[in-house]
């Protein structure tokens, strides 16, 4: 049960653990140290992408360090795939760590499996301070345990047995052959307080916390909690910024923290992400789209991704909505970000995507645009024709990988004129006229220039008394098989005579 600063002032009879955090920025500059830690169970989720953006921008307006580290003591789940997944992420949107075990850099990750020893050493120190102790219970006695609890319809907790066994009972077990797991003594009742940099003061009863908790497996394997406090300890952490759905562990690691005689770090953790149905983001229910690679291959700017992630729960002082990530780092403060959960809206980010497709640099665009391009020859044009192609149609664009259907036009010997274009293209009286009079045009027409190309049409239309779709669309019809598109000036530019003749003479056998 989490309590309000109120209602624990009205709690009587627990021991209050009071830890206060200040909030003023003086106090934080100094020896800023944050961390990402993900699981290398699954792709980079969304979720996670956001988080490692507060951490980052948390880090760099301080000027202090980013540091990654992989959870992977999850042996079953962990694979390399996702690690290699997680790495090429975060790299992708911008955010390099500062620290790893290698000397220099580009640095590689820190990994929790390279200090097993270590958890266990830092775990018989507890034991011997009577902080923590062996427990031999089995799997199947904790299973019957939480069928028990079931049946009762209480919640699921462990409840402490083996926390006081006599040495004759010890000395049973160990002759049964059972391996022990590491349990720490979490004390009830009593009420853990933390000074929250997001939610304000926050208030953990622990008897909500399970019981006495595993730290350190049968399989002498480390777990989450034990393992995240020993490493934030080590890395010498100053604030942990994550999602809300860890309060509960927070509040076992303030006790860890304690037991250890450690400086504990800030805590700040921000609501999570939902859709319109207010659903945890989850792959279970949304599938890929809830992982950063699947934006990456659909074509949509990492700038856009990191824009929309840091403003979904995130307003600067002056309330402006687009910034880069650089200029995000000078802008945040994690007083700013909303309690309230975030909603994920793709159609908003699609707005933010569209925006830096039309204002990131167009040799920019371009590179990102080209490998969408792989299915067309692209060898009749020059780098900078490409260049003028991909500027032709970004106005229009989404996504990038929307590139191949909006200028697959430019890359076929003539486009396919049906029945219905035909109809509402060719078919009336002046598109024959339009057609043969742009045909003589071909030798005064400024390639290079679609400004100059357009002026030459309107003149066309000027002199044969035809105007808007009645003298645009048979050009556009016969150059690009469509109605709609990019600017027909830039069309007549890039394509030049050669082709432009091509595909007006075909285009005339179908007008009446």
Known sequence: MVLSTEDHNKASGNKATALAAGHKHSSEQKNVRVRIAPSPTGALHLGTARTALYNYLYAKRFQGKFILRLEDTDEERSEERFTDDILAGLKWLGMNWDEGPDIGGPYAPYRQTQKEDHYSHIANQLISKGAAYLAYETPEELAALKEEQKAKDEPPRYDNRGRNLSQSAIEHYQKEGRVPSVRFVIEEPRTVIWDDHIRGQMAIETIDLGGDLVIVKSSGIATYNFAVVID????????????????????????????????????????????????KLSKRLHGEAVHINYYREQGYMPEA??????????????????????????????????????????????????????????????????PYLTSVDKSKYSDKQLEEIIGSVREGLTIVSGVLAATKFYFIDKPEINEELEKTALSSANAKAVLERTLKELDN???????????????????????????????????SGTTQGPDLGSILSILGAKQIKTRIESALSCCS
């Open 232 to 279: 934030d300890i080590d890395m010498k952490i100053s604030h942990v910024i994550r999602g809300e759905d860890h309060i509960h562990n927070t509040a076992k690691q303030i006790l860890l923290y304690e037991a250890l005689g450690a400086t504990l770090p800030k805590f700040a953790h921000a609501a999570l992400i939902f859709d319109h149905d207010h659903r």
């Open 305 to 370: 991704i990191v824009n929309y992630l840091v403003q979904m729960s995130f307003t600067p002082a002056d309330g402006r909505e687009i910034f880069t990530l650089e200029e995000a780092c000078e802008l945040f403060e994690l007083e700013r970000i909303s309690k309230s959960p975030a909603v994920f809206d793709v159609q908003r980010l699609n707005w933010f995507n569209g925006h830096y497709i039309r204002s990131l640099p167009l040799k920019v665009v371009t590179e990102r645009c080209l």
């Open 445 to 479: 027409l400024p390639y290079g220039d679609h400004k100059g190309c357009k002026q030459i049409v309107d003149s066309i239309g000027k002199e044969l008394g035809v105007k808007g779709k009645e003298l645009y669309w048979p050009l556009r019809a016969s150059l």
